[in-house]
């Protein structure tokens, strides 16, 4: 793999200590909130690239004396607007489990959320978005994003695809790379973390239109130097994982190939941080894009910082003393080095000469993993990233805020000068980026005032929102609708009330139905935690009101253990989730119960759960690595029986 570049400078700048010295003074200036204009702005020719940073990353607060400067990674200031109306770059980075406040950006910081500048930098830039929200997961969520449809609406609602599980995002289904391919002629390349489908090739994402992709198929490694996952066999001990084995691949289109593709194991990486590799990757995509052939969709999806967070002992070397939770210096080590890889790719688009027609967003798949304390013997999750979104409520697989809302930005040269340095208030979702993405090509090149946004797609085009002050285009979102109970086997809260879970909100008001998901308020010290862990719908056995046949309030309002069936908040005066409303406003409850009974009742509803685990997908049949086992099987049946007779011993 000639494209890695690793014939380049080391990832690790000689100077990295540039980054972290002197006074604590970037990000003294307040943003600006975005002054509301009247009717629309002209066509803006100024849009002409768009990057998204989507960040699955999580994170909590320990006090962490790291200082920067506002000149982090020397980036000019952006240029004016780029007047040739040609389809702007379209570039997504995607974090994994990064909590609300553990960037210097959000709107909650926490105190040493002091290790991401340059991610600080592109948002001050740009346009921070203080009310961006996901699924309580990476599988939802992902699938939500490239779709541009939330996660009930593509079968992707009830947890996570798990190693060994035989499904993936519906091929009924169009991806945002298929979709801008067909309308704007986008060259489209994947990098890191896809979580939507192994067992057939054709779920993976050079099947599902990207050009190339390097990465995992899977949603976790066991590690970031030796990329290998675990499968997990539902019989027996569900936890116990049977076979380990390789999960880092090189694919590429290839009509002339069996399947479409040609994918390779890349051992060769073994010992090589997965960050460090994803960057250099990038880069190669950008360095060898040919600008003749299109414009360029990058989807960089990054491992850090979900768990086990890990990196190179350089980058715990500017960690403050005073962070003294192994835990939380892993954690902040990662989120370091994945703040580095994004200078990286910046400095790439800047000599390609592609960064003053480039925009960029950033956001999380969901909130963090921090470690959670027993409640109602229910067990400590079993794989943390010491992130917190403290002090919102709830953790990631939580239909509380922490587990929903989102650090998210939009930035780049693609930003109108008018709306840089602003933060907006708009309420958006992880479903409205392809309907706003294709919002942004057309400010730039011409078209439709409905920005001729592919049907399929039910997210709302925010680009006016974001950019020009109007009105807002979303005030309901429906966070969830899962009518499958009990958690898949072989997850850390198997034996939780997981699933028969419901969530929406309207303007100020929000509804959570069924089972919530972890409840607290989980700060990084353990301790604290104690004290902190609220009673709601964790826990319990929660009463759950099909929502196709609500006709009553009996059971939404009865009272189960320690925790109600139904709960309200109004996130604008309790944005903490503190104060349940249910009781005092039965008619604000009635409605949003409407509201979710529409949705489940309505024809883009698609009904989906979890499946078994299949023994033939274990890495023991395949030499050690992870295949799309279905279409080996068929391939290689010799083989699979033998696997089979071994995996039955």
Known sequence: ?????????????????????????????????????????????????????????????????????????????????????????????????????????????????????????????????DNMYAHWMCTPSRSSLLTGRLSHEVGTQHGVIRNGEPRGLGLQFETMPEMLGREHGYVSHAVGKWHLGQHEYAYLPTRRGFESFLGYWGGGLNSYFYHESSYVYDQDDPAAPVGLGLDFHFDEQD????????????????????????????????????????PLLLYLAYQAPHAPTEAPSEY???????????????????????????????????????????????????????????????????????????????????LFEGGTKVSSFISGGAVPAAARGTRNAALAHISDVVPTLFGAVRDVV???????????????????????????????????????????????????????????????????????GPPGWYPVNFAQQLNQSGSGLLGSAPCWEPLADLTSHECSAGVVKDGRSTMLFNLTADPEERFDLAAELPETVEQLLLLLRDARTGTNFVDAGSLPADPRASPDCWNGEWVPWRDYADDNMSANRECLKHLNQ
Not at 109 to 126: F, I
Request: net charge negative; proline share 7%; aromatic share 6%.
């Open 1 to 129: 793999l000639g494209p890695l570049c690793m014939d380049r400078q080391p990832l690790l700048p000689q100077h990295r200590e540039e980054l972290f010295s002197g006074a604590a003074s970037y990000g003294t200036a307040p943003l600006q909130p975005l002054r509301r204009r009247a009717g629309r702005r002209g066509r803006a020719a100024s849009v002409t690239a768009l990057i998204v940073v989507v960040a699955c990353l999580g994170a909590a607060a320990v006090a962490l004396g790291v200082s920067m400067r506002r000149d982090a990674t020397d980036m000019e200031d952006i240029t004016e607007d780029n007047p040739r109306g040609e389809p702007p770059h379209l570039i997504l980075i995607v974090a994994d489990d990064l909590g609300y406040a553990d960037v210097g950006f959000s709107s909650i910081p926490s105190p040493d959320a002091r290790v991401t500048p340059v991610l600080d930098k592109l948002a001050r830039e740009g346009v921070v978005l």
């Open 255 to 294: 009509e002339s190939a069996p399947h479409g593709m040609q994918t390779r194991q890349l051992h060769e990486l073994e010992g090589n941080y997965s960050t460090h590799v994803f960057t250099r990757r990038a880069e190669d995509v950008i360095f060898q894009h040919d600008l003749s052939a299109g």
């Open 316 to 398: 715990y070397t500017a960690l403050n003393a005073s962070a003294s939770d192994p835990g939380r210096r892993d954690y902040l080590a990662s989120l370091s080095a994945m703040d580095e890889g994004v200078d990286r790719v910046i400095r790439a688009l800047k000599e390609k000469g592609m960064y003053d027609s480039t925009l960029l967003w950033f956001t999380s798949d969901n909130g963090p993993e921090p470690e959670l304390p027993p409640l109602d013997d229910q067990p400590v999750m079993c794989k943390y990233n010491s992130g917190s979104a403290y002090p919102l409520r709830g953790a990631k697989m939580s």
């Open 446 to 516: 011409g078209g439709e005032d409905e920005a001729n946004v592919p049907p399929q797609v039910t997210g709302v085009n925010q680009w006016e929102t974001f950019t020009m002050g109007a009105f807002p285009a979303r005030d309901v979102l429906v966070y969830l609708i899962d009518e499958h109970d009990g958690t898949p086997s072989g997850m850390c809260l198997e034996g939780s009330p997981y699933g028969n879970a419901a969530a929406v909100r309207a303007g100020d008001m929000k509804l959570l139905h069924g089972a919530g």
